[in-house]
């Protein structure tokens, strides 16, 4: 048989699998189905080796070719046959749409209709009632992912908006594949529940795929379609569309997104009626099937190429683009990558078009994710093995059944460090680093700490897991609710149940698993990683190392960790040199742990700018960052040039980002390639850039006084001893130091805070004081080295000028720092709160005037909100709209001339 025809052989049969009637053109019977498929169909010159019709008009062409032969260069011809028609010929549309290019094993399909139109490969033709479908519709898919919007409608991350946007321009290009990388732990799932309801509801998709690497992920991703609530309508996504996880091996045909794992999605394609639920729990990170021979898919009726419009795949091990790409390749759909750790194989699959790439690193810096630092315990026996010398008794295990028998020794018994947990188990190995662990579990790792954070222990396997979690309860004195075993051979509890109680509650401290919670599954209050075991797949730790990113508001974190406050970072307890190996992409930004952070902040002020001190600089500001309320945010915004500690943090890690620095240099030096040397000086210049917020000694000194105000040495070690107890006789002199302190604070501080130089330097009928600027007076005051705070000032004056002090401040307000400030300043011989104040010279005011009782009552109330905020300004009626309204309605146009007076009098 010659190849053309064997090719045509090929192509009737793949034509009749998907329904289509395939006849010869002397032999031809439209009415014999809906959709027929004529060999040799004569057109005004020459013929089409097949012209597709349905319901008797003609849709389409196929142009066969030998096995073999390239297609691209003969697209010209299929494109001639769909325009050159008889005129008597019946067609859907003029040029046919729908042209394929086959040799029967390999197809190449365009839709004329789609916009800039390209040829795609296709696993096999179209089912006939797809094409019907598609007929209907005014626009082609692509054409409609033309005209998505940008995307700014909801509460997502700038992270995740980009992630979005670049999907989208990807669309519009109509790439074919596209891959977002972005850290763990920031949000991509939602991402793709986000990105998914838009593409259902902008783009008409039929139906999504998302697949994840394991059953008990998709479970966690059914939760999130699930909790989702749409921007625009205001319903959880599922509540209008259908949402199916593949329990068994059947699409519900009414769903839109179908979720399931590679290993279902391949029985089902072999047309296999079960699939054992057991199969989708291991991950495929720590199986061998990069070592397997890609699978075999066959053309499924049942499931047509068509079925699905789009396909996630969910950090997926990377065997999914070798051993299972032909499973991915089978339909005829745009594939989304999702992934934290993206290795060759994702780069190459998804055609080097990464539309998103969002590192650990930068992520850290937008308090998306917490950093982490590593602290290494090394045994004798971790890293050498150990002998056992002839005549000692040892007991031998069947590493099945755990059956323990006593045997001695005839010959010295050596072993080897890689050995260790394997054929030989050395307790005093595991008990030596738990109880290491423990020791130095609230001195060195967790410093100042009570409770025992959440932990996760990485096991070899299930045996050496078992191990570990009796010697944890051992060691801690703990019962069987503070250490659990997780693993796909845990029973008693569902596995699932366990993670919810890990991530949930009190309980368990300690959870100990082999790669059951190793990759994507969500423990935000996780704080603690131990590797007991070594890893060799670089993408396959940087997803282990995932589990501790996640941040966690601090509400629900102490909910679960009674004694913490917020979540700053994550520690690796580092057994076995996990960390030493040079796999991982992710580094701890902290590089100078030794050096202080008054060091670091006094050494980039003096131009010490390498790498380490940067990046470990970039490190304590994220962390920094998270003990902050929003009055300390916006003082140091204030100083460092409109620029939050956030951006900061940023911008310290932009300036050491080489693909930034490249940028820098084309456009510093107008060059597409600029050399070494000029790369340098452009990095020097973004360095500088970066650190001009350090120049300025008042920002250093703002970060030092809040830092040294948040933080507290907890002594654990000193005993104490009762030197005396009584009444302090010394009260006056504290008091006298308490004034002489204040005095001192706004004498140092009076060219440098603005409420200062307004009081200190303007004339008394003409200061204009704002609430921020007494806020900003009374925080700085607050700092060490002052440690004031106005009651603490107030009750100083009490007690040593009781005839000059009115009232004690008893309601605390924030304005009354004004009155001492006067009072210490000499201007007022009395110290009085500053409501009383207020209130002298608002009845003063009054005296002078005629107005109504309600004007009155109204005016009371703009009093009220002076004595609180110092004066009134037309953005603080805005925020009172009907206290406004009232205030137009009494006074009509004289209204603001009044408010204006009012802050003169009252608020100079």
């Given at each position: 048989?010659?190849?053309?025809?064997?090719?045509?052989?090929?192509?009737?049969?793949?034509?009749?699998?998907?329904?289509?009637?395939?006849?010869?053109?002397?032999?031809?019977?439209?009415?014999?189905?809906?959709?027929?498929?004529?060999?040799?169909?004569?057109?005004?010159?020459?013929?089409?080796?097949?012209?597709?019709?349905?319901?008797?008009?003609?849709?389409?062409?196929?142009?066969?070719?030998?096995?073999?032969?390239?297609?691209?260069?003969?697209?010209?011809?299929?494109?001639?046959?769909?325009?050159?028609?008889?005129?008597?010929?019946?067609?859907?549309?003029?040029?046919?749409?729908?042209?394929?290019?086959?040799?029967?094993?390999?197809?190449?399909?365009?839709?004329?209709?789609?916009?800039?139109?390209?040829?795609?490969?296709?696993?096999?033709?179209?089912?006939?009632?797809?094409?019907?479908?598609?007929?209907?519709?005014?626009?082609?898919?692509?054409?409609?992912?033309?005209?998505?919007?940008?995307?700014?409608?909801?509460?997502?991350?700038?992270?995740?908006?980009?992630?979005?946007?670049?999907?989208?321009?990807?669309?519009?290009?109509?790439?074919?594949?596209?891959?977002?990388?972005?850290?763990?732990?920031?949000?991509?799932?939602?991402?793709?529940?986000?990105?998914?309801?838009?593409?259902?509801?902008?783009?008409?998709?039929?139906?999504?795929?998302?697949?994840?690497?394991?059953?008990?992920?998709?479970?966690?991703?059914?939760k999130e379609f699930q909790q989702y609530v749409t921007p625009d309508d205001g319903r959880k996504f599922t509540e209008l569309y259908n949402v199916q996880l593949l329990r068994s091996n059947t699409i519900d045909p009414v769903n839109k997104v179908c979720i399931t794992t590679i290993q279902r999605l391949y029985s089902m394609l072999r047309g296999e009626a079960e699939f054992e639920a057991e199969s989708e729990e291991e991950s495929l990170f720590d199986g061998n099937e990069e070592n397997q021979q890609p699978k075999d898919v066959v053309y499924n009726s049942k499931i047509p190429l068509e079925t699905f419009d789009f396909i996630i795949t969910d950090e997926c091990h990377r065997s999914i683009y070798n051993v299972w790409r032909q499973v991915l390749e089978y339909f005829d759909a745009f594939i989304i990558g999702l992934t934290a750790t993206p290795s060759l194989q994702t780069f190459g699959f998804f055609n080097q078009n990464l539309v998103m790439e969002y590192p650990h690193e930068r992520?850290?810096?937008?308090?998306?994710?917490?950093?982490?630092?590593?602290?290494?315990?090394?045994?004798?026996?971790?890293?050498?093995?150990?002998?056992?010398?002839?005549?000692?008794?040892?007991?031998?295990?069947?590493?099945?059944?755990?059956?323990?028998?006593?045997?001695?020794?005839?010959?010295?018994?050596?072993?080897?460090?890689?050995?260790?947990?394997?054929?030989?188990?050395?307790?005093?190995?595991?008990?030596?680093?738990?109880?290491?662990?423990?020791?130095?579990?609230?001195?060195?790792?967790?410093?100042?700490?009570?409770?025992?954070?959440?932990?996760?222990?990485?096991?070899?396997?299930?045996?050496?897991?078992?191990?570990?979690?009796?010697?944890?309860?051992?060691?801690?004195?703990?019962?069987?609710?503070?250490?659990?075993?997780?693993?796909?051979?845990?029973?008693?509890?569902?596995?699932?149940?366990?993670?919810?109680?890990?991530?949930?509650?009190?309980?368990?401290?300690?959870?100990?698993?082999?790669?059951?919670?190793?990759?994507?599954?969500?423990?935000?209050?996780?704080?603690?990683?131990?590797?007991?075991?070594?890893?060799?797949?670089?993408?396959?730790?940087?997803?282990?190392?995932?589990?501790?990113?996640?941040?966690?508001?601090?509400?629900?974190?102490?909910?679960?960790?009674?004694?913490?406050?917020?979540?700053?970072?994550?520690?690796?307890?580092?057994?076995?040199?996990?960390?030493?190996?040079?796999?991982?992409?992710?580094?701890?930004?902290?590089?100078?742990?030794?050096?202080?952070?008054?060091?670091?902040?006094?050494?980039?002020?003096?131009?010490?700018?390498?790498?380490?001190?940067?990046?470990?600089?970039?490190?304590?500001?994220?962390?920094?960052?998270?003990?902050?309320?929003?009055?300390?945010?916006?003082?140091?915004?204030?100083?460092?040039?409109?620029?939050?500690?956030?951006?900061?943090?940023?911008?310290?890690?932009?300036?050491?980002?080489?693909?930034?620095?490249?940028?820098?240099?084309?456009?510093?030096?107008?060059?597409?390639?600029?050399?070494?040397?000029?790369?340098?000086?452009?990095?020097?210049?973004?360095?500088?850039?970066?650190?001009?917020?350090?120049?300025?000694?008042?920002?250093?000194?703002?970060?030092?006084?809040?830092?040294?105000?948040?933080?507290?040495?907890?002594?654990?070690?000193?005993?104490?001893?009762?030197?005396?107890?009584?009444?302090?006789?010394?009260?006056?002199?504290?008091?006298?130091?308490?004034?002489?302190?204040?005095?001192?604070?706004?004498?140092?501080?009076?060219?440098?805070?603005?409420?200062?130089?307004?009081?200190?330097?303007?004339?008394?009928?003409?200061?204009?004081?704002?609430?921020?600027?007494?806020?900003?007076?009374?925080?700085?005051?607050?700092?060490?080295?002052?440690?004031?705070?106005?009651?603490?000032?107030?009750?100083?004056?009490?007690?040593?000028?009781?005839?000059?002090?009115?009232?004690?401040?008893?309601?605390?307000?924030?304005?009354?720092?004004?009155?001492?400030?006067?009072?210490?300043?000499?201007?007022?011989?009395?110290?009085?709160?500053?409501?009383?104040?207020?209130?002298?010279?608002?009845?003063?005011?009054?005296?002078?005037?005629?107005?109504?009782?309600?004007?009155?009552?109204?005016?009371?109330?703009?009093?009220?909100?002076?004595?609180?905020?110092?004066?009134?300004?037309?953005?603080?009626?805005?925020?009172?709209?009907?206290?406004?309204?009232?205030?137009?309605?009494?006074?009509?146009?004289?209204?603001?001339?009044?408010?204006?007076?009012?802050?003169?009098?009252?608020?100079?």
């Open positions: 048989m010659k190849p053309e025809a064997r090719a045509r052989q090929i192509i009737d049969e793949l034509l009749t699998n998907v329904g289509w009637h395939v006849q010869d053109y002397d032999q031809i019977n439209l009415g014999a189905g809906l959709a027929i498929a004529v060999r040799e169909y004569t057109l005004k010159s020459g013929f089409a080796d097949y012209l597709l019709f349905i319901n008797r008009k003609a849709v389409g062409v196929i142009e066969a070719k030998p096995v073999g032969q390239t297609l691209s260069g003969v697209e010209i011809q299929s494109d001639k046959y769909s325009f050159n028609l008889p005129k008597t010929l019946a067609c859907h549309q003029k040029p046919l749409p729908f042209i394929y290019e086959s040799t029967g094993k390999e197809t190449y399909f365009r839709d004329a209709r789609d916009p800039d139109y390209r040829s795609r490969r296709v696993f096999a033709f179209h089912k006939p009632e797809t094409l019907q479908e598609w007929l209907r519709e005014p626009d082609t898919l692509r054409g409609r992912l033309q005209q998505l919007p940008e995307i700014d409608t909801e509460d997502l991350r700038d992270c995740q908006k980009e992630a979005i946007s670049g999907l989208f321009n990807s669309f519009k290009e109509n790439r074919p594949r596209a891959l977002i990388q972005m850290a763990t732990g920031v949000g991509k799932t939602y991402t793709a529940v986000s990105f998914i309801y838009w593409l259902i509801k902008l783009a008409g998709a039929k139906r999504v795929l998302f697949l994840v690497d394991r059953k008990n992920l998709g479970e966690q991703t059914e992520a850290v810096a937008d308090g998306v994710n917490v950093g982490y630092e590593v602290y290494r315990i090394r045994t004798q026996i971790t890293e050498q093995g150990s002998t056992i010398q002839a005549g000692f008794y040892i007991d031998t295990r069947n590493r099945q059944t755990r059956a323990v028998r006593w045997q001695q020794l005839d010959e010295d018994l050596s072993y080897p460090a890689k050995e260790l947990d394997r054929s030989v188990v050395a307790l005093d190995q595991i008990r030596t680093v738990i109880r290491t662990f423990k020791e130095r579990l609230f001195t060195e790792i967790f410093p100042g700490r009570t409770e025992v954070p959440k932990t996760l222990i990485f096991a070899k396997d299930d045996s050496h897991a078992e191990d570990i979690v009796r010697i944890v309860r051992e060691e801690f004195g703990k019962g069987n609710e503070f250490c659990k075993k997780i693993t796909y051979r845990t029973t008693g509890e569902k596995t699932e149940d366990l993670i919810a109680s890990f991530r949930n509650s009190y309980n368990p401290r300690i959870a100990v698993t082999v790669d059951m919670i190793s990759t994507g599954t969500d423990i935000k209050p996780l704080e603690c990683l131990i590797f007991l075991r070594d890893v060799k797949s670089r993408i396959y730790f940087e997803q282990m190392k995932g589990r501790g990113t996640r941040t966690i508001n601090s509400t629900d974190f102490q909910g679960v960790t009674p004694d913490a406050e917020v979540k700053e970072q994550f520690v690796i307890v580092d057994v076995v040199g996990v960390c030493e190996s040079d796999k991982t992409d992710s580094r701890p930004l902290e590089r100078k742990r030794s050096v202080p952070f008054d060091a670091l902040l006094q050494s980039v002020a003096t131009d010490v700018r390498d790498e380490d001190t940067l990046m470990s600089l970039a490190g304590r500001l994220a962390k920094f960052d998270k003990k902050l309320n929003a009055d300390e945010r916006t003082e140091l915004k204030s100083v460092a040039g409109a620029k939050s500690i956030q951006q900061i943090t940023r911008d310290l890690l932009d300036a050491l980002d080489p693909d930034i620095q490249i940028e820098q240099a084309v456009k510093q030096f107008q060059t597409a390639k600029p050399t070494k040397a000029q790369q340098q000086q452009a990095a020097e210049v973004l360095i500088n850039q970066a650190c001009q917020p350090f120049d300025n000694p008042q920002f250093r000194n703002l970060l030092k006084e809040i830092k040294s105000k948040n933080e507290q040495i907890i002594d654990t070690v000193t005993q104490d001893l009762i030197l005396s107890a009584g009444f302090d006789i010394s009260a006056r002199d504290k008091a006298m130091a308490t004034v002489e302190t204040f005095r001192q604070c706004l004498e140092a501080k009076k060219d440098e805070i603005t409420a200062l130089q307004i009081l200190y330097n303007q004339p008394y009928g003409q200061r204009r004081l704002t609430y921020e600027q007494i806020k900003q007076l009374a925080n700085a005051l607050e700092r060490p080295p002052c440690n004031l705070t106005p009651e603490k000032v107030w009750q100083a004056y009490a007690q040593l000028e009781a005839d000059k002090v009115r009232g004690a401040g008893v309601q605390k307000l924030l304005t009354d720092i004004i009155s001492l400030v006067r009072f210490a300043m000499g201007e007022t011989e009395t110290l009085e709160p500053y409501s009383v104040t207020i209130e002298e010279k608002f009845q003063q005011w009054l005296m002078g005037k005629t107005f109504t009782s309600e004007q009155v009552s109204w005016l009371e109330k703009i009093k009220q909100h002076i004595i609180t905020s110092v004066r009134i300004d037309v953005e603080d009626l805005q925020e009172m709209p009907q206290e406004a309204f009232k205030g137009y309605q009494l006074f009509g146009n004289d209204l603001m001339d009044i408010l204006d007076e009012l802050n003169e009098v009252l608020a100079a």
